[in-house]
């Protein structure tokens, strides 16, 4: 039993509907148009025997009207008569009559327009009518036998064009994360193509959230057990004679300090977790230009805080986007932070912002001690410079470019010592 949201339900009824509409009207026009030829047929027959009527006679009319023209024009199924008509428009003309069951096809022919009179041909049509009801019975039992091979062709057609989905159906019920698998576009029909193309598009990116979610999890293993590790050997060397106070004092507080960097680490992959949330954020329309003013002005004053200075080009004046807000605040704090956290006293941040032929830029460029462009600055609890982090950041700013269709890469400065970090938002992205 199909269902009423089926797709080959609706395909069947839609088919079986439009082929039943198109045979019903083809079939009433073939009809009409038979029923006519024949009708016009007749007509031109009683029309030809009237002029023959006309042409057969030996005499006119006496005074007293009485017909003398030849009986044998009188047949069982055709009457010819001379009849008056003073009212009658002088032009031929039909009648169609029913008596007793009988089909009766008259015409009234013009003979003596001077004197009214008129030949009056009556012929019995019966029988072409009961050929005309057996026409419409044939032409309704072919009716019936092409909607039943309709419906029987949508039923085989309806399965055909399903084969692909349900090969699709097959392929995906047997994925998991250990086993992802591509199809390929070119062996499915044309039509099929597209969607295959965004299975194969769909796989991809499970692949690498996969590979996003292993990468992490070692990485967090590996982060965790380290600081634990220290923490007990630690605790057993201090355990393993008697000590002044002092000391256990000084472990207790060197065992805090590593609690407080563990928890500072907890805190980042409580972000991972949000920020993934957020992945399901439903894109807005904003207006870029106001959007990066805004958050560039805010981190404008930590930047003088932190006895840094801090310059803003953002052109043009307005541009807008349908994005996950979310995510952009993510990527472009993360990007600012590092720029204020590298950068030396009395250097200059500069928040520099365009537009392309292909999308929007926003560099963020720094005055900092640059990066090691070999490394993979976008992994998981990976640290550069002399500061202090989780490693985390980049890692979520490169996780977040990707859910809103964005690009993002750090280089170094060409001329002089820093680093650009920039965010690419295509235009035909969302």
């Known amino acids: 039993m199909l269902s009423k949201k089926s797709i080959r339900h609706s395909f069947i009824l839609q088919l079986v509907l439009a082929s039943t509409v198109l045979i019903v009207i083809f079939s009433t026009i073939l009809y009409n148009y038979i029923k006519i030829s024949i009708y016009k047929d007749l007509t031109n027959e009683l029309r030809q025997e009237a002029v023959l009527v006309a042409v ?21 199924n055709r009457k010819v008569k001379i009849i008056t008509l003073k009212n009658q428009k002088l032009k031929i003309s039909y009648k169609y009559l029913i008596v007793h069951g009988e089909h009766f096809l008259t015409i009234l022919y013009p003979y003596n327009k001077k004197k009214a009179l008129f030949i009056k041909i009556t012929r019995n049509i019966s029988n072409t009518y009961k050929v005309l009801d057996e026409i419409l019975t044939n032409v309704l039992t072919i009716n019936l036998m092409a909607i039943f091979f309709i419906i029987f062709y949508a039923l085989f057609l309806s399965r055909m064009l399903l084969l692909p989905i349900k090969s699709f159906t097959a392929k995906l019920a047997n994925m998991n994360e250990s086993f992802l698998q591509t199809l390929d576009p070119q062996s499915l ?68 300090q590593i609690i407080d960097e563990m928890s ?74 590092n720029a204020i956290k590298f950068t030396p006293f009395g250097k200059t941040i500069l928040v520099k912002c365009f537009q392309t032929e292909h999308g929007y830029s926003i560099n963020i460029i720094d005055e900092g001690c640059g990066i090691d462009e070999k490394q993979d600055l976008f992994a998981p609890f990976k640290r550069y410079g002399n500061k202090p982090g989780a490693g985390l950041g980049l890692f979520l700013a490169k996780g977040a470019a990707n859910a809103i269709g964005a690009k993002i890469s750090i280089k170094n400065r060409v001329n002089s010592k820093g680093t650009i970090a920039n965010l690419f938002i295509p235009i035909n992205k969302k």
């Open 56 to 76: 057969s006679k030996s005499s006119d009319f006496n005074d007293i009207g009485l017909n003398r023209f030849d009986p044998k024009l009188n047949l069982p």
């Open 189 to 256: 029909p044309t039509e099929f193509q597209p969607l295959g193309k965004s299975i194969n598009s769909l796989v991809k990116r499970i692949q690498t959230f996969t590979e996003y979610q292993k990468e992490l999890f070692i990485g967090t293993s590996h982060e965790l057990k380290t600081p634990l590790a220290v923490m007990k050997t630690k605790n057993e060397v201090t355990l393993l004679k008697p000590r002044e106070n002092e000391k256990y004092i000084q472990i207790l507080r060197e065992n805090n």
């Open 264 to 337: 500072k680490m907890i805190s980042n992959i409580l972000e991972i977790g949000r920020q993934e949330g957020a992945h399901f954020e439903e894109p807005v329309k904003i207006d870029l230009i106001k959007f990066l003013e805004v958050k560039a002005n805010n981190f404008k004053i930590l930047a003088y805080q932190d006895e840094k200075k801090f310059k803003i080009n953002i052109t043009p004046k307005k541009y807008e986007i349908k994005t996950q807000p979310t995510l952009l605040i993510h990527i472009i704090q993360n990007f600012i932070q």
